[in-house]
């Protein structure tokens, strides 16, 4: 059972363009919701997050957007810059099930420069 | 303290051997999270730690796998007689308090021959 899934695989965008990554959830119970950036070799690390009571955040170039009735969110990174290339995970948090990650399976961002 | 340190980076077993994945959390953090990626696969929780206890091992599989976050030095992931099944990167986070704040480390790949 996925209850984190993020559909598109890959994204090649252009250099300076938006790139827009979705995600879609099916548990209701979600308190948070994460994005991570992950380079080959190395941990995932903390991009932007979201409380399910809001419905954006901003920072800098990323912004997050969160569509509770829908259960999806997106990501946002505009201008998109070759450095931005890398694979990018939509994660949730319930409090409530325990400290714990869901992960959705991951989109593989390349930014052509 | 830089960040969450795990050792080996990488590890190679042969079939029916032990393998011993090791994860210091960053100072000052007491909870410790393991995760398991799989080839193109998203990060899936495995288990949550605190000094001493273990606090959710839902995601561990039943057998051959264990962990441990003692009172002193780092936590330990364990797993008995590796299988070709078990090579993946494992993936250690940390936190301060119970919150969805983790840090990650670099990961160790743990291939099975």
């Known amino acids: 059972d996925q209850q984190v899934k993020q559909n598109s695989p890959s994204l090649s965008v252009q250099e300076g363009r938006i790139s827009i990554l979705n995600c879609d959830y099916t548990?209701?119970?979600?308190?948070?919701f994460l994005w991570y950036k992950k380079y080959p070799a190395e941990g995932p690390t903390f991009l932007i997050s979201?409380?399910?009571?809001?419905d954006k955040n901003e920072d800098g170039r990323f912004t997050v957007f969160l569509n509770k009735s829908a259960k999806h969110l997106s990501l946002h990174i505009v201008p998109s810059q070759p450095g931005d290339s890398a694979v990018y995970f939509c994660?949730?948090?319930?409090?409530?099930?325990?400290?714990?990650?869901?992960f959705g399976g991951g989109t593989r961002v390349l930014v052509k420069p | 303290n830089a960040g969450v340190m795990q050792n080996p980076r990488h590890l190679v077993r042969r079939r029916g051997q032990e393998a011993r994945l090791r994860c210091s959390p960053m100072k000052g953090h007491s909870h410790v999270y393991w995760y398991r990626q799989l080839p193109e696969e998203g990060l899936k929780f495995m288990v949550y730690?605190?000094?001493?206890?273990?606090?959710?091992e839902s995601g561990m599989p039943k057998e051959r796998f264990s962990a441990e976050f003692p009172k002193e030095g780092p936590s330990i992931l364990r797993i008995q007689q590796v299988v070709r099944g078990d090579s993946a990167a494992y993936f250690c986070?940390?936190?301060?308090?119970?919150?969805?704040?983790?840090?990650f480390g670099s990961g160790t790949r743990l291939t099975v021959v």
């Open positions: 994660a949730a948090f319930d409090k409530a099930a325990g400290n714990k990650l869901t």
């Open positions: 979201i409380s399910s009571i809001k």
């Open positions: 986070a940390s936190t301060f308090g119970s919150n969805y704040g983790y840090t």
């Open positions: 730690l605190q000094k001493e206890n273990i606090i959710d």
């Open positions: 548990n209701s119970m979600f308190d948070y």
